[in-house]
């Protein structure tokens, strides 16, 4: 059987097993090939089959080529580096399809880099022949040939340097040149040939020449200038240069490890290090190095140390999230959700793309193919003579190779601050990929048949003898009988304690502390649900059938298209680099481009061959019959209202499900200041908190106006007088529900008294001063008014309108407890998620926005110191629709795939926040309002519908202020199927009244909804 048959050789005169033979180059294939499947099978328009299979069949004939070369050498480590180094590519061949890199880019700047790469390895081989020839003629032309060399690298150190000090800065990066493939940073040149200079320089032969003449030892203080100073006056040039640290630093670990491999002495490393402090020191505080926002976004990833609602997640905190994301096994290719990370995830930030997608398991596997090819250039190093200049570079080029490996691992999991610096072979970068394969490309140049003891038994020193070099420098300790030199143990030792440090950051960034930093910047995973234009999406579809939004074309092509219904379903705007998405089409991402069940979320792992994304259908529950009523009954009232604004909401108070949604500027979800007091619908909520035992109780006169204890006074709208008559009991509170009284409704907000008003409103949702009804134990709502108000967190008293951004509740735990109260998640401080749509949390504050006490007789009539969306009166009015209970909103009602229900919402548990005897009575009132009240403009002929006005005053008090109009109606009343709240926000010096100008909008809606529902033939 022939040798290369067995995979076995001959070295030294004895045969020798070949650890990675030609015939086993296929485990870099199949792993590539197996990568790429597994893409491809979880996210088929990510990957072009054509050019997939072009990459994958190039890199094993690439990788043939090279191990029969590694072969024909006859060293085992070569070998070994081979495989290595094409496994490496191979994955970041996959990563780069993933976040979007061209593959013809790719593959293009691996096919220079792989040329650059054999070019230097028949340099290195004329290197390490020059060292291994006789002394004589020969030799010495060798040498003299070859010094060419060290001479070019100082050529090329003087062009790079130059071309580097002129490329213009651009967001902490420099700009270099494109050379086809190829994006060339003319840094990464000047410090590969750098590295070689100064090794050529300190270790050549004395005779070999020079272009400034040969060098001389130097003595002990010029050898500290020499070895410590310099190197740290270079790195602080390219600090000042670059205006960021971890360039500089990777150089200077370079130029340090290369000045300890020939010396051997530590305290020129400690030297160095301690000058390169002070010299970046000072030049931070002469403002000529500067690292801009890298400490502030050190020191808070997450905000960049910014407060408030408006802050922005930052890059480096999303890349955290994504490792957070990622856990033990990651979600599996192609199944993250790596957009999320930002505009940088190719380059800094792909080891976070690594960890989301394979894990802890995948980056630490990563990891140790990293450090089997530094100890494989380590160990190739070691194959040129003892006093190579070759040997030497490539020393310092593996040690700096090693600072840039770790760098971005321990920057990403925020031990170092982010500095620019990539991943290499895996990042986007060409110029990474080409320096790193010339240094492979130069150690393999050093590889050949390792000598036989004897010989090297013959040519080694004494022990504890210091073996001079050529140029008369102090040589490397050797090792004592029973000991080791300080060289030996301390730099595998230093590499130990990285190599531990580096997966210590990546266990807490995956496992230990993911859990708190999604509870804390991600609470259900929302920032991170957008992808980029080639996942095919399925459609957002209307409850009657409606498409809302589809996808036109596929893979790079696609684009997205919505109707113009006025649905508020947000945007899915993609692009190859920022995607960016808003409302149900982030939020529902992963159902639209998988069919994946939201239960699941984003759990792995899926392994290689887990769920594959296939397209599906999002159902909403809107109805586009009633959209289109509810869009144009706006577009009538503001006619009738010119530069008003508005918003229309229909709801199902049977199942929450919301039906339509018509608004100017997101008015029916946005709080908008004094504009969104709702008025006299809020006195729905007043009669929901009165005792049911009281209900007989009242005995409400004739006023037009009462006296308030702060010296103003009251009146009713336009200066009526009601009830006309003494009334007792409940005809007197539907009276004055019928009427809309506020000198009525006053007289019962002064007995019920602020706390018992806050408590019922907290209980519909509402954000109050104290706890809401979902921080009671267990969950229920507040007990009726007669009890005493709940503390307060912690006996503080709540927040004052005054300490707020305009037009949001008081920044306290009162907001989260509204969402829950409704059933839904909150947003932040401000807002809940209503299956993706933002609604801002309706308020009842403790002061007025001039920081006056609230007078329970204002809460009554929801005036000053109520703020609430149409949403939440629409809310308010289906929980009296529904006898008392109220049902969790939501719009999306199933996940479907080809008329197959993949996922089917579950109906919310109604909760009861009113009681049965205040529900009847309160439907009653509305419908007496409709019949012979304020809102006779909301009757239709098919049904009777109930329905409560509201006429808010809005601005500073005045003789004849603004006011706004509201309408909150439903129908039919006894047996109601739909619930519309109407509002329109008058322009300034508008007069706007709820009967005359909402409610005629809430009948056109409600005739439409009523024939959509199957409710009435025609109406």
């Known amino acids: 059987m022939s040798t290369a048959a067995t995979g076995f050789g001959t070295v030294g005169g004895r045969r020798s097993r070949d650890p990675v033979a030609p015939s086993r180059a296929a485990w870099p294939g199949l792993f590539f090939a197996a990568l790429v499947f597994a893409l491809w099978w979880h996210r088929p328009a990510m990957v072009d089959p054509m050019w997939a299979v072009a990459t994958v069949a190039l890199h094993t004939v690439i990788t043939v080529l090279l191990l029969r070369g590694a072969r024909r050498v006859g060293d085992p480590a070569l070998g070994l580096l081979v495989v290595t180094v094409q496994a490496l590519t191979a994955l970041g061949f996959v990563l780069r399809m993933r976040v979007g890199v061209g593959d013809q880019i790719s593959l293009g700047a691996y096919l220079v880099a792989v040329a650059v790469g054999v070019g230097l390895f028949h340099l290195g081989r004329s290197l390490a022949q020059t060292d291994r020839r006789r002394e ?48 060339v940073q003319p840094t990464e040149v000047f410090r590969f040939s750098l590295l070689g200079w100064i090794a050529f320089r300190l270790k050549a032969p004395p005779d070999a020449p020079r272009l400034f003449g040969s060098y001389r030892p130097p003595g002990a203080g010029r050898a500290l200038i020499e070895y410590a100073l310099v190197p740290a006056m270079v790195a602080t040039a390219l600090f000042v240069k670059l205006s960021d640290l971890g360039p500089a630093v990777v150089l200077f670990i370079g130029i340090v490890g290369l ?17 390169f402090a002070v010299l970046a020191a000072v030049a931070m505080l002469l403002g000529v190095g500067v690292l801009g926002d890298r400490l502030a976004l050190w020191k808070d990833p997450f905000y960049m140390g910014e407060h408030g609602s408006g802050r922005a997640l930052q890059q480096p905190g999303k890349a955290l999230l994504a490792y957070a994301r990622g856990g033990l096994l990651g979600a599996g290719p192609g199944l993250g959700r790596v957009d999320s990370i930002g505009t940088e995830r190719q380059n800094d930030f792909i080891l976070a793309v690594l960890g989301e997608e394979l894990g802890l398991v995948g980056t630490l596997l990563t990891g140790a193919l990293y450090a089997l090819l530094l100890i494989q250039l380590f160990r190739l190093a070691r194959r040129a003579g003892e006093e190579s200049w070759l040997r030497a570079w490539l020393v310092g080029l593996s040690v700096m190779l090693a600072a840039n490996i770790v ?86 030792a230093l590499a130990g304690l990285l190599a531990l440090l580096t997966a210590g950051s ?40 409606m498409v809302l939004a589809a996808t036109v074309g596929s893979g790079v092509d696609a684009t997205r298209h919505g109707t113009s219904t006025g649905l508020p379903i947000g945007d899915f705007r993609p692009s190859r680099k920022d995607t960016d998405g808003t409302g149900l089409e ?123 204890p702060d010296g103003h006074s009251l009146r009713n709208f ?59 134990p267990g969950g229920q709502p507040a007990d009726r008014p007669g009890g005493q108000p709940a503390d307060r967190p912690g006996g503080q008293p709540g927040g004052q309108p005054g300490d707020r951004p305009a037009g949001q509740p008081a920044d306290r735990s009162g907001a989260a407890s509204a969402c829950r109260a409704l059933g839904l998640e909150p947003i932040g401080k401000h807002q809940c998620d209503l299956d993706g749509l933002s609604v801002d949390v309706s308020s009842v504050e403790s002061g007025t926005a001039d920081g006056e006490r609230c007078l329970p007789e204002h809460l009554a009539i929801g005036q000053a110191c109520v703020y609430a969306t149409p949403l939440q009166m629409a809310l308010v009015a289906a929980a009296v629709a529904a006898g008392g209970q109220l049902r969790p909103p939501h719009i999306v009602e199933q996940v479907e795939r080809d008329g197959s229900v993949l996922w089917k919402a579950p109906a919310g548990q109604s909760r009861p926040v009113i009681p049965p005897e205040n529900a009847e009575m309160i439907r009653t009132g509305m419908v007496e309002a409709v019949n012979a009240g304020t809102a006779k403009g909301a009757a239709v002929p098919c049904a ?41 926000k008058a322009p300034a010096g508008g007069h706007l009244t709820g009967g005359a100008n909402a409610a005629p909008a809430a009948a056109t809606t409600l005739r439409t909804a009523l024939v959509a529902l199957k409710r009435a033939d025609r109406c």
């Not at 000045?259 to 000058?275: E, I, K, P, Q």
Request: overall charge positive; hydrophobic content about 45%.
């Open 944 to 984: 009777q519908v109930a329905a409560k006005t509201g006429t808010p005053e809005t601005g500073p008090p005045s003789a004849n202020p603004d006011t706004n109009a509201w309408t909150v109606a439903f129908a039919p009343a006894e047996e109601p199927e739909v619930v519309v709240a109407v509002y329109l």
């Open 718 to 776: 336009g200066g009526s007088i009601c009830p006309n008559r003494d009334m007792v009991g409940i005809p007197a509170l539907v009276d004055a529900l019928r009427q809309s009284c506020n000198t009525a409704f006053a007289v019962v907000g002064k007995d019920i008294g602020p706390e018992g008003i806050t408590q019922a409103a907290a209980a519909f949702g509402f954000s109050t001063p104290g706890p809401g009804p979902a921080d009671r």
């Open 506 to 545: 990546l266990l807490n960034a995956q496992l230990i502390t993911a859990g708190a930093w999604l509870g804390d910047h991600d609470r259900g995973r929302g920032i991170a649900r957008t992808e980029r234009a080639t996942f095919n999406r399925g459609r957002i579809l209307s409850a009657d059938g």
């Open 136 to 183: 004589g003629p020969a030799r010495n032309r060798w040498i003299r040939r070859n010094a060419r060399t060290g001479n070019a690298l100082l050529i090329l150190v003087v062009v790079s340097g130059v071309l580097a000090l002129r490329a213009p800065i651009e967001r902490g990066a420099q700009i270099g040149l494109t050379l086809g493939p190829l994006h």
């Open 259 to 275: 000045v300890v491999h020939l010396t051997g002495r530590w305290r020129y490393a400690a030297a160095a290090t301690a000058s």
């Open 407 to 492: 760098w971005p691992a321990l920057a990403t999991t925020r031990v170092l601050p982010i500095s620019g610096i990539t991943t290499p072979l895996l990042s986007a970068g060409g110029t990474s990929m080409l320096v790193v394969l010339g240094i492979v490309g130069l150690a393999a140049g050093c590889a050949g048949p390792r000598p036989a003891a004897s010989a090297a038994a013959a040519s080694a020193p004494v022990p504890g003898s210091v073996a001079p070099g050529p140029s008369g420098a102090a040589g490397r300790h050797v090792t004592r009988a029973g000991r080791r030199s300080p060289l030996t143990w301390r730099a595998p």
């Open 586 to 708: 982030n939020t529902w991402a992963l159902q639209l481009e998988c069919g994946t069940r939201p239960e699941e979320g984003l759990a792995g792992p899926r392994g290689l061959l887990g769920q594959r994304c296939q397209p599906a259908d999002v159902r909403t529950s809107y109805n586009a019959e009633i959209q289109e009523a509810a869009v144009r009954a706006l577009a009538e009232a503001k006619q009738a209202a010119p530069g008003s604004r508005g918003a229309v909401v229909a709801l199902d108070p049977r199942t929450g499900g919301v039906l339509a949604i018509a608004a100017d500027d997101d008015l029916a979800t946005t709080v908008t200041g004094d504009a969104s007091q709702p008025g006299s619908v809020f006195k729905i909520v007043t009669a929901a908190a009165i005792d049911p035992a009281r209900l007989n109780a009242y005995h409400l006169a004739p006023h037009s106006s009462l006296p308030l």
